[in-house]
C-alpha cells in the first residue's frame, strides 16, 4: 500500500470517520493514564531549593505553554491545506482545533501568573515571552471570531484561514524570545540535565509524563470536534437536499 492511501484518512471524510471512531477514546484513555501517573509524581516530588512548592506548578504550565505552540501549529497547517488545497476536512481540522488552543494558552498564560508571583513578586510582567503568548490567544480569538462573524461559510473559512496563516510569524517570536530580548522568563530547559542545564530525572519524569497527557488529551478532543463537525455538515447538506426534494 502506497504512502497515498496509508494517509488517506487525512482528506477522506469517510475513512477519517471511521479512524476517528477508535483512535479518539484509545488517546483519551492513554491521556488518562499519562496524567493519573503525572499527577501522583507531581505531588511526590520534592520542593526545589530555589522555588519551593511553586516547583509543582510547573508540571501544570510547561505542558499547556509547549502544547499551546503545537496547535497553532496544526491550526496552520489545516488553514494552508484548506486554502490552498480546498481540503473540506482540512478546513474542519483548523476549525475543531481554534478552541482547543486557545484553552491551553489560556491554561499557560493563568498557571505562568500563578507562578510568577512568588517568583517574580507579580503577577504580570510585559516582558517578551508573555506579551508574545497574549498574542498567540488574541490570534486563536481573533481565528474564532472572524469564522463566526462572517453569515458566507466559504468567506468566513478562507478569512479565518488567512489570519491563521499570518499569525504563524508569533511561533518563532514566542519560542525564541527569551534567547531575543531581555526577560524575567526563565530559558527552556531540557527534560533530561545534560552538563547540569536540564532537569534532573526526578522532574524531568513528571513533565514528560504530563506533557503527554495534555498531548494525547489535545488528539482526543480534537479527533472529537472534528468527527461533530462532519456530523454537523453532513446533518446540513441532508436538511438542504430534503428541502429542496419539498419544493
Known amino acids: 500500500m502506497d504512502a497515498r492511501h496509508t494517509f488517506d484518512f487525512l482528506t477522506n471524510p469517510e475513512r477519517f470517520m471511521a479512524f476517528s471512531r477508535w483512535a479518539a477514546p484509545l488517546l483519551g484513555v492513554l491521556s488518562a493514564i499519562a496524567a493519573a501517573v503525572g499527577l501522583v509524581l507531581t505531588f511526590l516530588v520534592p520542593e526545589d531549593y530555589q522555588q519551593g512548592d511553586t516547583v509543582r506548578m510547573m508540571f501544570i504550565h510547561i505542558p499547556a505553554a509547549s502544547l499551546s505552540l503545537f496547535i497553532y501549529l496544526c491550526l496552520g497547517v489545516a488553514s494552508f491545506l484548506a486554502l490552498v488545497f480546498r481540503q473540506a476536512l482540512a478546513d474542519l481540522a483548523a476549525q475543531a482545533c481554534a478552541p482547543i488552543g486557545a484553552a491551553y494558552t489560556a491554561l499557560a498564560l493563568i498557571t505562568g501568573s500563578l507562578w510568577g508571583k512568588p517568583m517574580w513578586g507579580a503577577w504580570w510582567v510585559w516582558d517578551a515571552r508573555l506579551t508574545s503568548v497574549l498574542v498567540l490567544l488574541l490570534f486563536y480569538l481573533g481565528y474564532m471570531a472572524l469564522r463566526g462573524a462572517l453569515e458566507d461559510e466559504q468567506k468566513a473559512a478562507r478569512a479565518a484561514a488567512i ?41 524531568a519524569w513528571p513533565a514528560v509524563l504530563m506533557g503527554l497527557a495534555y498531548l494525547g488529551a489535545f488528539g482526543a478532543l480534537w479527533l472529537v470536534r472534528i468527527r461533530a463537525l462532519v456530523w454537523r455538515r453532513k446533518a446540513r447538506s441532508l436538511s438542504l437536499k430534503l428541502a429542496e426534494g419539498a419544493r
Open 163 to 203: 489570519l491563521a496563516l499570518v499569525g504563524l510569524i508569533n511561533l518563532p517570536i514566542v519560542k525564541f524570545s527569551v534567547e531575543w530580548w531581555n526577560t524575567l522568563h526563565q530559558g527552556s530547559s531540557t527534560f533530561m540535565a545534560a552538563k547540569g542545564d536540564g532537569l534532573p530525572a526526578i522532574y
